[in-house]
Nanobody, 127 residues
Framework: QVALVESGGGLVQAGGSLRLSCAAS????????MGWFRQAPGKERQFVAA????????NYADSVKGRFTISKDNAKNTVYLQMNSLEPEDTAVYYC????????????????????WGQGTQVTVSS
């Protein structure tokens, strides 16, 4: 049974920071890539960031490059998203996902490549 549990969301002023966490169980993150996506009201889920199974490849959406950093701790089986210089446009529910295939790093920005998702954590950035 695979489960992903996100935490760390909240309300922050523009320019502030938050760190999201996603704790995984049922799969070992040293074998599977992970990604963060977000969904704002009335919009489709969009890619934010991804990290490969070995941690060597990281991808970011253009809108968050230079502000967000994805990382993971294999010992804790947890992936993180450090979000700095937050903007009101970053307001959304943030979801973490785990890849379908082991040791597979391509197409990391495609939601269809992820098999399981967490329940989501709300991030609200006020202006």
């Amino acid at each position: 049974q695979v489960a992903l549990v996100e935490s760390g969301g909240g309300l922050v002023q523009a320019g502030g920071s938050l760190r999201l966490s996603c704790a995984a169980s049922g799969r070992t993150l040293s074998m599977y890539g992970m990604g963060w996506f977000r969904q704002a009201p009335g919009k489709e889920r969009q890619f934010v960031a991804a990290i490969s199974w070995n941690g060597l490849m990281r991808n970011y959406a253009d809108s968050v490059k230079g502000r967000f950093t994805i990382s993971k701790d294999n010992a804790k089986n947890t992936v993180y998203l450090q979000m700095n210089s937050l903007e009101p446009e970053d307001t959304a529910v943030y979801y973490c996902g785990i890849r379908r295939r082991v040791y597979y790093a391509v197409r990391a920005s495609e939601a269809s490549e992820y098999e399981y998702w967490g329940q989501g954590t709300q991030v609200t950035v006020s202006s």
